[in-house]
C-alpha cells in the first residue's frame, strides 16, 4: 500500500507478475492492488476481473484496509466507466473515517470530495489534502490532487492556476512507467488546452499527442473522453499552424465520435463547437460551419456559446447590427457558458461588428473590454488568430490602451512570432470539384463533361484554383492542394 501511494506502481506490476509467474494463489490484497494498477491505466475490463478475483476470496472477517481499498476500487471504477448516479452511489459509499487508520484516508477524502462537495468546497478540501500528501510523500495522491484542482481551475477559467497545477502533476508522473497513464493523460490534456489558449499551438499539438499515447486504446469511458479531447485540441492547433483543411476535418470528425443526446460531454461539445464553428466560418466552409450550429444546438441549449456562434454566423452574413443584438443579450442576461474565454471572443466579436458598422468608440471600448477580461487569464488565442482588421484595428490603439498596453504587445509578439501563413481565399464549390479531378489527367473537355458543365466554365474555375493556390501549373496546383489537405477525404481514423 505504501508503494501505490508513492506512486511506485512499476514496482508494484513487477511483484505481482512474480506472483502470476509462479502461479501462487492472489489473495484479496493483492487482487485490489492489481485491479487499482489496471483502474489507473484505464483498463477497466481487467480491474474488473481482479475485483472478481478479490471477492472469490473475501474473508470472513476483512481487514479494515482490505475494505476501504474495495470501497476505493469501486469507486474509481465508476469514475471511469459510470454514470452520474452510479458515481455519487460509489462516492457516497466510502467511508472515511476507517479510511484515516489505514494510510487510505487521503485516497477516501479525494474520491468523495470530487463527487459529493461544490466546488468550493472541493477546492478547500483537496488543497488541505495535497499539504499533508505531499508531507507523506504520497506522489501517487499528490498528482490526483493536482490533476483534479487544476480541473477544477479550468472550469473556472483560472487558465493559469491549471496549467501550474498541471504542469506539477506531469512532474510527478514516474518517468520508467512506459504503461498507459490516465492521470498523466489528464493532466496533458489539460497542458493541451492551457497552451491552445495562449496561443501556442505548437506546445498545444505535443501536449495532445501525449495525451493520445498516454491514454492508448483504452476502453473505458474516461479514456474515450480523453481521446476525443486530443483529437478537438490536435485540429484547433493544426487548423492554426497553416493546416487549415486537415485541421477543419480533424474537428468535424471529432465532432462526429462525440455523438449527440445525453451521452455527449457538454463541456468538450461546447469546446468542439466553438473550435469548429470559428474554423469554418475563417476558412468559408459555410456548409460545415451549420452542420456545427445545427449538432451544437440540443445540447448546448440555453448556453452562451450558441449565442456566441449565432453572432459570428450574423456578422459573417453582412448583418453587424444582428450581430451586435444577439452579443449585448449574451452580455446583459448573463446567460451561462460552458468555456469561461468564450465571453472574450464574443467581445471580439463584437469589436468586428462596430468596425463594420462604423462604430469606432464602441469597437475601442469592446476590444478594451476583452484585453481587461483576458490578462488576468493569459488568454491570447483569439486575438493571436484574430482576423487581420481586428489584428490591425489592436494595433491602431497602441499608445492608447492603458492597462491593456503590456497585454496587446505580448499579443503582437506572439503573433509576430509564429508567421502562421494568411489563410488563403476560399475555394468555391465548383472549383472544389474541379480541383479533385485535377489528378486524375483528365482533359479540361473530360472535366467538362463528368461534372456537366461547358469546357469555358472549367477553365474559369481552374483559373480561379490557379489564383486562390498562387500557382501557375496543374502539376503545381495538385501538389499545394495536398500538402494542404485539400484532396484529402478523411482525417486519418483513431480509436474510441
Known amino acids: 500500500m505504501t508503494l501505490f501511494l508513492a506512486g511506485e506502481h512499476h514496482v508494484l506490476r513487477l511483484a505481482l507478475a512474480v506472483f502470476e509467474g509462479r502461479r501462487m494463489p492472489a489473495g484479496p490484497l493483492a487482487a485490489l492492488i492489481s485491479a487499482a494498477l489496471c483502474l489507473e491505466a484505464a483498463e477497466t475490463s481487467a480491474a474488473g476481473l481482479q475485483l472478481a478475483r478479490a471477492e472469490a476470496a473475501w474473508p470472513d472477517r476483512p481487514a479494515t484496509e482490505l475494505t476501504v481499498l ?3 476500487a469501486y469507486s474509481r471504477l465508476a469514475q471511469l466507466d459510470g454514470t452520474p448516479a452510479r458515481i455519487r452511489r460509489a462516492a457516497e459509499e466510502i467511508d472515511e473515517r476507517p479510511a484515516e487508520g489505514t494510510g487510505l484516508g487521503g485516497l477516501a477524502t479525494l474520491y468523495r470530495a470530487g463527487v459529493l462537495l461544490t466546488r468550493d468546497q472541493a477546492r478547500e478540501t483537496l488543497v488541505r489534502l495535497l499539504g499533508t500528501a505531499e508531507s507523506l510523500r504520497q506522489d501517487f495522491t499528490v498528482a490526483q490532487c493536482l490533476t483534479t484542482l487544476a480541473e477544477l481551475a479550468g472550469r473556472d477559467g483560472d487558465y493559469r492556476v491549471m496549467e501550474t497545477l498541471a504542469r506539477r502533476a506531469e512532474v510527478r508522473r514516474p518517468r520508467e512507467n512506459s504503461l498507459r497513464s490516465l492521470q498523466g493523460a489528464q493532466a496533458n490534456a489539460l497542458l493541451a488546452y492551457g497552451a491552445l489558449l495562449r496561443g501556442e499551438p505548437a506546445e498545444c499539438l505535443k501536449h495532445a499527442k501525449e495525451t493520445r499515447h498516454l491514454v492508448g486504446d483504452a476502453p473505458a469511458r474516461a479514456a474515450r473522453d480523453l481521446r476525443l479531447l486530443s483529437e478537438i485540441l490536435r485540429g484547433a492547433a493544426e487548423f492554426e499552424l497553416g493546416g487549415w483543411h486537415a485541421g477543419l476535418r480533424r474537428l468535424r470528425r471529432a465532432r462526429t465520435r462525440l455523438g449527440t443526446g445525453r451521452a455527449c460531454p457538454t463541456g468538450y461539445a461546447a469546446l468542439c463547437a ?9 476558412l468559408g466552409a459555410a456548409a460545415q460551419a451549420r452542420d456545427t450550429v445545427r449538432w451544437a444546438l440540443p445540447i448546448l441549449a440555453g448556453s452562451g456559446e450558441l449565442l456566441l456562434m449565432r453572432a459570428r454566423t450574423q456578422l459573417r452574413l453582412g448583418r453587424h447590427h444582428t450581430a451586435s443584438t444577439v452579443l449585448r443579450s449574451l452580455a446583459d442576461d448573463e446567460v451561462p457558458v460552458e468555456l469561461a474565454w468564450a465571453t472574450i471572443e464574443a467581445s471580439l466579436v463584437g469589436v468586428q461588428a462596430a468596425l463594420a458598422a462604423g462604430a469606432r468608440e464602441r469597437a475601442a471600448r469592446l476590444l478594451d473590454e476583452a484585453l481587461r477580461t483576458a490578462e488576468p487569464t493569459g488568454v491570447r488565442f483569439p486575438f493571436v488568430f484574430a482576423p487581420a482588421e481586428l489584428v490591425g484595428f489592436l494595433t491602431s490603439r497602441l499608445g492608447g490602451l492603458g492597462a491593456g498596453e503590456r497585454f496587446a504587445g505580448e499579443i503582437l509578439s506572439v503573433r509576430r512570432r509564429l508567421r502562421t501563413p494568411p489563410i488563403p481565399a476560399p475555394l468555391t464549390e465548383r ?66
Open 431 to 496: 472549383e472544389r470539384s474541379v480541383l479533385r479531378l485535377l489528378p486524375t489527367q483528365r482533359s479540361i473537355d473530360e472535366i467538362a463533361q463528368d461534372l456537366t458543365v461547358s469546357p469555358n466554365t472549367v477553365k474559369t474555375h481552374v483559373r480561379g484554383i490557379y489564383a486562390k493556390l498562387d500557382v501557375r501549373s496543374r502539376r503545381e496546383a495538385v501538389a499545394i492542394a495536398q500538402k494542404r489537405g485539400l484532396l484529402d477525404t478523411e482525417v486519418a481514423d483513431f480509436t474510441v
Open 70 to 72: 474495495r470501497q476505493l
Open 274 to 282: 466553438v473550435l469548429e464553428q470559428r474554423a469554418a466560418l475563417r
